[in-house]
């Protein structure tokens, strides 16, 4: 018998900051990272690439694309990972507004989740692997021994993508995107399948007033933690 390989999942709403935690934990534990969020955004992407603006109506063209999608994550120089799609950096597409819409609603979509499930499996590997999106705990990697559940109020939420997108140099109006953020969680939260919610068994963590670093040390413990009981 194979030991098993380790995992941490980390499940949250929009702008919890599961991203850049789940990337600073599998960069400190040298773990693999699967961003399951940029799976259902490529696909979304390739949707539209293909015209399709009611995803709910191509249900079964998009279930085969979640199969065979040409996805691949590739480190640029500086060692970021980047979303390529069909041989092309997507990293910069998938993050639009537009594209976070509808990749919650590719998402809602059964037969997408179903076929997007293997794929995210196949991330598992030594030495370990971080999952970050909003069924690692629940749906994806029920047997991960650490689940972590990140939260944060929906206006702390607003204001932290807010400073991302500006970062970037693009032109945001806040009360927009809190509008965004609040139709896409409320979407996550009650679609039929893997809705967005902490496993039974998951460890809910408030990051409404914690710096990044504190997140990632409470986080970090409670791994050592876990291992040394092993
Ligand atoms: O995490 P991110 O904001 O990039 O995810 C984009 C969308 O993909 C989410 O709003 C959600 O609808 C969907 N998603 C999901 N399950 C995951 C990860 C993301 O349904 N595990």
Redesign the pocket.
Known sequence: MTAPVPIITIDGP?GSG??TIADQLAQTLGWHLL????L??LLALAAQQRGITEPEQHRAELAKLAVSLPIEFRPDSSGNSKAWLDGVDVSGAIRQPQI?GL??RV??IPEVRTGLLQRQRGFLRLPGLVA?????GTV?FTEAPLKIFLTASAEERAKRRYKQLKAKGESVNIARLYREIEE?DR??RNRKV?PLRPAANAIVIDSTEMSIQKVLDEILSLHYKLDLSL
Not at 35 to 38: F, N, P, V, Y
Not at 132 to 136: A, N, P, V
């Open positions: 929009s599961k991203g961003d399951s969020g940029a259902y955004r976070s990749a919650s998402a809602a970050d999106g909003r069924d690692m994806v896409r979407r996550d893997a």
